[in-house]
Protein backbone atom coordinates (compact mmCIF):
# COMPACT_ATOMS: atom_id res chain seq x y z
CA UNK A 1 0.00 0.00 0.00
CA UNK A 2 1.41 3.37 -1.23
CA UNK A 3 0.13 5.18 2.43
CA UNK A 4 -3.09 6.74 3.46
CA UNK A 5 -3.96 10.42 4.19
CA UNK A 6 -4.78 11.78 6.73
CA UNK A 7 -7.56 15.06 7.67
CA UNK A 8 -5.35 16.90 10.03
CA UNK A 9 -6.84 19.56 12.17
CA UNK A 10 -4.35 22.98 12.99
CA UNK A 11 -4.62 23.10 16.91
CA UNK A 12 -4.01 26.70 16.09
CA UNK A 13 -6.46 28.13 13.44
CA UNK A 14 -8.87 24.67 13.63
CA UNK A 15 -7.92 24.56 9.59
CA UNK A 16 -8.33 21.08 7.86
CA UNK A 17 -6.50 19.80 5.36
CA UNK A 18 -5.60 16.78 4.00
CA UNK A 19 -2.23 15.45 4.41
CA UNK A 20 -0.15 13.08 2.87
CA UNK A 21 0.56 10.04 6.03
CA UNK A 22 4.06 9.33 4.81
CA UNK A 23 5.04 13.28 4.02
CA UNK A 24 8.63 14.11 2.30
CA UNK A 25 8.51 17.30 3.36
CA UNK A 26 7.44 19.45 5.95
CA UNK A 27 3.91 20.56 5.93
CA UNK A 28 2.43 23.96 7.19
CA UNK A 29 -1.18 24.72 7.63
CA UNK A 30 -2.31 26.31 4.71
CA UNK A 31 -3.68 29.26 6.82
CA UNK A 32 -1.51 29.93 9.70
CA UNK A 33 1.67 28.15 8.81
CA UNK A 34 1.91 26.08 12.00
CA UNK A 35 3.61 23.09 11.19
CA UNK A 36 1.35 19.92 10.73
CA UNK A 37 3.75 17.23 9.74
CA UNK A 38 7.19 16.52 10.36
CA UNK A 39 8.69 14.01 7.31
CA UNK A 40 10.77 11.10 9.51
CA UNK A 41 11.67 8.40 6.94
CA UNK A 42 8.53 6.56 7.13
CA UNK A 43 5.07 8.02 8.78
CA UNK A 44 5.41 11.69 9.32
CA UNK A 45 5.35 13.31 12.49
CA UNK A 46 2.13 14.52 12.83
CA UNK A 47 1.81 17.13 15.42
CA UNK A 48 -1.88 17.72 15.61
CA UNK A 49 -5.39 16.33 15.38
CA UNK A 50 -5.53 14.08 13.13
CA UNK A 51 -9.83 13.98 12.17
CA UNK A 52 -9.96 11.16 10.01
CA UNK A 53 -7.77 8.48 8.15
CA UNK A 54 -8.60 8.42 4.17
CA UNK A 55 -7.12 5.49 2.96
CA UNK A 56 -5.62 5.73 -0.73
CA UNK A 57 -7.30 4.29 -3.87
ZN1 LIG B 1 -3.45 26.72 11.17
Same mark, same amino acid.
Given at each position: ????????? /??? /??????????? +????? /? +?? /???????????? +???????????? +??
Amino acid at each position: MPGAYLRVK /CGD /CENEQIVFEKA +ASLVG /C +AV /CGTTLATPTGGK +AEIEHEIVETVE +AR
